[in-house]
Nanobody, 116 residues
């Protein structure tokens, strides 16, 4: 089955750090753009970070620049999102997305909750 599987989401306090992971199988990971999206209750899904197949290019949502970092391991077929200085507004389901031209795959998400 071709579906990314996210892990690592949990409840943390403001200013904490957390790393979420996305393990993949069933497709040629190293050719795909990999992204992390998030969706909070009552809000639209938004792109948090994206990384190119070779890791040579990344892009970030303005509100997470300087705090979040996306990386990938093509040998392990895993993409990571390191989140530092977490804020209440980072609370959301974080979803992994893979795209190559017209082909795309979504994970089911992992919940990150920032609460005091």
């Amino acid at each position: 089955q071709v579906q990314p599987v996210e892990s690592g989401g949990m409840s943390v306090q403001p200013a904490d750090s957390l790393r979420v992971s996305c393990a993949t199988s069933g497709f040629s990971f190293s050719f795909y753009y990999m992204s992390w999206y998030r969706q909070a209750p009552g809000k639209e899904r938004e792109l948090v970070a994206r990384i190119s197949p070779s890791s040579g290019s990344t892009e970030y949502l303005d509100s997470v620049k300087g705090r979040f970092s996306i990386s990938r391991d093509n040998g392990k077929k895993v993409v990571y999102l390191q989140m530092n200085s977490l804020k209440f507004e980072d609370t959301a389901v974080y979803l992994c997305h893979a795209r190559l031209e017209s082909r795309e795959h979504w994970g089911r998400g992992t919940q990150v909750t920032v609460a005091s």
